[in-house]
């Protein structure tokens, strides 16, 4: 499993990112994919995840403001993230799991939420 990220960025507060994760090595349909985040001396914490029946599970601290979606023609998870706050500051990691395989992630992206 390879999963690349990209879109991460500085962005004011109030802003909008969105996030890409390019999964290779997999059939996406088949695996459930997710994003998590971490901060610097935190523990890593779930954001999104949607499985392969596309059902949806956002974490409370950025739920209505978050949203997952995916594409499996293009291999590719998506993370719209709106009215961006300074606790969202954190590299975002794509996350693939399915019931045979360990959980992957990939290498990350910065996302910083400052003025």
């Known amino acids: 499993v390879q999963l690349v990220e990209s879109g991460g960025d500085l962005v004011q507060p109030g802003g909008s990112l969105t996030l890409s994760c390019e999964a290779s090595g997999i059939v996406l349909s088949i695996w459930d994919m997710g994003w998590d985040r971490q901060v610097p001396g935190k523990q890593r914490e779930l954001v999104a995840t949607i499985d392969r029946l596309n059902n949806i599970d956002i974490a409370e601290s950025v739920k209505g403001r978050f949203t997952i979606s995916r594409d499996n023609a293009k291999n590719t998870v998506y993370l719209q993230m709106n009215s961006l706050k300074p606790e969202d500051t954190a590299v975002y990691y794509c996350?693939?799991?399915?019931?045979?395989?360990?959980?992957?992630w990939g290498r990350g992206t910065q996302v910083t939420v400052s003025p």
């Open positions: 996350r693939a799991q399915s019931p045979f395989s360990p959980a992957s």
